[in-house]
Nanobody
């Protein structure tokens, strides 16, 4: 069982930055891929970024490449999403996600394979 708790959301002006954090419980954190997804009002939940268990491999959706950075600290059981140059279209509820054990980060991004979700944190970008 893995529990995920996100923090760091809020209201920011366009062009600003936010850093999301996701604290995970459980002994398996360092062996599983993690990711961030988001859901805007009236839209389906979409993949944003994933990271391999070691942190070596990362994947991003095209719309955030060059602006967002996913990272993890296995010693702290925490995954981060640094968001720079934010745009109004980035407004959404952001969810931390844990992949099933043995699922690669790329598979998680392409197949949307998630075993655990966090409760979500709201990010609002004003124009």
């Amino acid at each position: 069982q893995v529990q995920l708790v996100e923090s760091g959301g809020g209201l920011v002006q366009a062009g600003g930055s936010l850093r999301l954090s996701c604290a995970a419980s459980g002994r398996t954190f360092s062996s599983i891929a993690m990711g961030w997804f988001r859901q805007a009002p009236g839209k389906e939940r979409e993949f944003v970024a994933t990271i391999s268990s070691t942190g070596i491999s990362v994947y991003y959706t095209d719309s955030v490449k060059g602006r967002f950075t996913i990272s993890r600290d296995n010693a702290k059981n925490t995954v981060y999403l640094q968001m720079n140059s934010l745009k109004p279209e980035d407004t959404a509820v952001y969810y931390c996600a844990a992949a099933p054990r043995g699922t690669a980060a790329q598979t998680m991004s392409v197949m949307r394979r998630v075993e655990y979700w966090g409760q979500g944190t709201q990010v609002t970008v004003s124009s």
